[in-house]
């Protein structure tokens, strides 16, 4: 007993030696990650504070203030980013599903896959998820996303499949030797969650140990300041931590061209009913319904496990371990996902980065930059520009005068002050003689206005031409410095160029996307495994439901397949408003230049949904609804015969009459020749059957003579058997009494 308690003792020690050996790993990972972005992580702030809220601190209000200067602002990047997201809220992503067999099974599934992420991505657009990526992307320089497993709704076992974007990306941390735009191929990622002391104790966290003593600094935030207070109150990190744990197993080739692990193949020894178990568990029948053992026993009517085909061979595998920890201990993990979780949960969305080498360190450094970084000092220029032009103008008066002192009547400290005041106005009334010599005193002056310098217009003026040549982009309306109209296409093809300035990060937007939804391919038959009704959406945005796991339901799919059976590839689709303007254009002018084109589209109504499709008009669901509809009855309508026009109609049975008077015609005709043909042919019938009978007496005869002939030959051959068989019976009894006679004689 006491040596059990021993060996519980040392166990004990050892997980918690593990845990606190878990612990310092993890945290020197996220210390290594702020380390190498801190300065990205402050300019992500910076930046997006710059361009979208307000481009002059505090400090510099004041003193604006103190130098007459109103504090206003004259933003540059605010406009464009809005431009920006307009025109990416019109992108519509195109999905497209491929799967490596053409069956009609793989290709239901297909459609269902497709239907179902399309209905994920549709979640995703609810909350914002890809408009708010793109915007961090263009105005902060790089985004984050989470992939996530929820529970349909509260208290409820199925699952859902769910992207996030992560409010704050600085808040999340992938491994510095990543080599990948999305850090996939890192070690580790992570999350942090900021909590209040009061809800870590009301969510069962043990707060003891931790220092709320600390001040907040958000760039050091998870690398130092694990605790910290504000005005607001206490805070925690609370960490999400994902590790990747590679594994060397050995892998088989069975003869039946499926791979399984040497460990799993030995356990399922020779039992079919195991190795069922198995095929079942990793999709391999897809059946809509019926009897898998069955289906089993069909396909392998001797029931034996299939032999192992060559070598097994080494093969890694990719494990996803989680962690749940706060500055002195884990609170959860290790945790390990289920098998087909073998990437992180967490990915980056870059912007436009860039990747170098310190001179001084030697070190390999990331710099993030948002869409309108180098903006930033012509910013403050035209802030500064701008500034001086409304002072000019705030204290701007019709005219100021010089008047000597003595001529001021009433003269005290205010209007002193507005007198010497350069900038200010003021009355003041002046008398033109002294009250006491009468002598004249000197009139006022009238002081010139000083205008306000040209350098300051010109650099105000031109900062927008300059904003548009440092981001690779100009303003349609900025084009033509003509003065003249411009073309519709000049502006269609402007508002084009401008909008491929951004295209970098509507690429790398894309892309993370992408790599979402070859991800959510993964977990689909995990968490869809259950019999459940799939929420999809089709390709007009309705959204559906689909029965999918119900055996004994003729409607149900059975969905249960292998990932690596099925790709998924997301594309942006080329339908934003500028493009579909440029299609229509386009159509147009090929009609007009090609008389065949423009007869297609003007007579065939399978163009007009592709049309319709094209247009940005109010109501443009409701036409394309009302285009379907109209093509499908233009289609059953030419599947139908047209009803004749009566006029036509009517010609057509005189002309009918015609021809069928000429082809009576041309009967008789055909019927009299005929029947001189009869007639000619009888007399040659008569002469005909006069040889056939002539001939036919003369082949009797023949016959006749052939069987006269043939039983005399037959009378002859039997009479010549019967003399052979009695010389034959003669000589048989010579014999034998010639014999009889030589046995006796010696008796004698």
């Known amino acids: 007993m006491g040596n059990l308690n021993k060996e519980n003792v040392n166990n004990q020690l050892d997980r918690e030696t593990i845990k606190a050996n878990d612990l310092a790993r993890i945290k020197k990972n996220i210390a290594a990650h702020f380390d190498y972005f801190v300065e990205n992580n402050k300019r ?10 307000t481009s002059l601190s505090n400090e510099q209000k004041e003193s604006l203030i103190k130098i007459n200067k109103p504090p206003l602002e004259f933003p540059l990047g605010d406009p464009f980013i809005s431009r920006e997201l307009g025109e990416y809220a019109k992108q519509t992503p195109s999905i497209k599903i491929t799967q490596n067999s053409t069956d009609k099974e793989s290709l239901t599934i297909s459609k269902l896959i497709e239907e179902h992420y399309r209905y994920i991505s549709y979640e995703s657009e609810q909350e914002c998820a890809q408009y708010d ?15 996530a497993v929820e529970s349909e709704t509260e208290g409820n076992l199925n699952k859902k499949i769910v992207t996030k974007k992560i409010k704050d990306p600085t808040m999340v941390g992938f491994d510095p030797a990543a080599n990948k735009k999305d850090k996939r191929d890192g070690r580790f990622c992570f999350k942090i969650v900021i909590i209040s002391k009061d809800d870590a104790i009301d969510y069962g966290i043990d707060t003891e140990g931790l220092n709320f003593n600390s001040s907040f600094s958000g760039a050091q935030l998870g690398a130092t300041y694990w605790s910290y207070k504000n005005q607001s109150g206490e805070y925690l990190a609370y960490v999400f931590y994902y590790e990747k744990k590679k594994t060397l197993e050995k892998v088989v080739r069975l003869v039946t061209g499926e791979q399984m692990k040497l460990k799993e193949y030995k356990e399922i020894g020779g039992d079919y009913s195991k190795y069922m178990a198995w095929k079942i568990k990793k999709g391999k029948f897809g059946k809509n319904k019926g009897d898998l053992e069955s289906i089993f026993l069909m396909n392998n009517p001797i029931a034996i496990v299939p032999p192992i085909h060559g070598e097994p061979e080494e ?3 990719t494990r996803i371990v989680k962690y749940e920890l706060v500055e002195n201990k884990i609170i959860k993990g290790p945790e390990e996902l289920p098998p087909c979780w073998d990437f992180l949960p967490m990915i980056f969305v870059d912007g436009n980065s860039e990747v170098f080498r310190d001179d001084a360190t030697g070190e390999e450094q990331q710099y993030t930059k948002p869409l309108l970084h180098s903006l930033k000092g012509l910013q403050s ?61 000197p009139k006022p002056e009238v002081i010139p206005r ?33 003065g003249g109209p411009m073309s519709g296409n000049a502006i269609v093809q402007g508002a084009a ?29 995990t968490y869809k495994c259950s019999p459940s009704r799939l929420p999809i959406q089709n390709m007009d945005g309705g959204v559906d439901y689909q029965k999918i796991n119900h055996l004994d339901d003729e409607e149900s799919i059975y969905f249960d397949f292998d990932p ?11 339908n934003t408003a500028i493009q ?23 007579t065939d109504p399978r163009v007009v949904p592709i049309i319709m499709d094209n247009l940005e008009v109010r109501g443009s669901g409701e036409l394309k609804s009302y285009a379907k509809e109209w093509v499908a009855k233009k289609e059953e309508q030419s599947r139908q015969p047209m009803p004749p026009d009566p006029q036509s109609q009517a010609l057509a049975i005189e002309a009918k009459k015609v021809q069928i008077s000429e082809q009576n015609s041309k009967v008789d005709a055909a019927i009299k020749a005929g029947q001189l043909k009869l007639d000619a042919y009888s007399n040659e019938t008569d002469r005909g059957k006069l040889v056939l009978d002539a001939k036919q007496a003369n082949e009797d005869n023949q016959v006749r003579e052939d069987k006269y002939n043939a039983e005399k030959i037959r009378a002859m051959a039997d009479l010549a058997i019967k003399t052979v068989s009695m010389h034959h019976s003669h000589n048989k009894d010579a014999i034998d009494y010639a014999i009889k006679k030589t046995i006796q004689k010696p008796l004698e």
Not at 564 to 574: K, L, P
Request: a neutral charge; glycine letters at 4%; zero cysteines.
């Open 133 to 147: 990526s793109y915007k961090d992307q263009i105005s902060g320089g790089f985004a984050a996303l989470e992939i």
């Open 497 to 525: 160029q401008s909008n491929s300035a951004a295209k970098p990060y509507l690429y790398n937007n894309v892309k993370a996307w992408d790599y979402v939804a070859k991800m959510i391919l993964k977990l689909m038959p």
């Open 450 to 482: 000083s205008s306000l310098p040209g350098e300051v217009l010109g650099v105000f003026n031109m900062s927008n031409q300059s904003a548009q040549s440092m981001l690779g982009t100009y303003n349609i309306a900025n084009i033509d410095q003509s």
């Open 315 to 317: 093969v890694v595998f």
């Open 381 to 441: 220029f035209r802030n500064s520009a701008g500034q001086t032009i409304a002072q000019y103008i705030f204290y701007m008066t019709q005219q100021k005068f010089f008047i000597a002192q003595e001529t001021i009547t009433g003269l005290n400290d205010k209007l002193l002050k507005n007198y010497r005041d350069s900038l200010g106005s003021s009355h003041i009334f002046w008398k033109a003689y002294d009250d006491t010599t009468k002598a004249p005193l």
């Open 580 to 602: 579909k303007e440029m299609s229509l254009r386009e159509i147009e002018r090929y009609s007009n230049s090609i008389p065949s084109v423009r007869e297609f589209f003007a």
């Open 564 to 574: 690596n059976d099925y790709s998924i590839e997301v594309s942006m689709g080329a």
């Open 44 to 53: 992500y702030h910076e930046l997006k504070k710059y361009f979208l809220v």
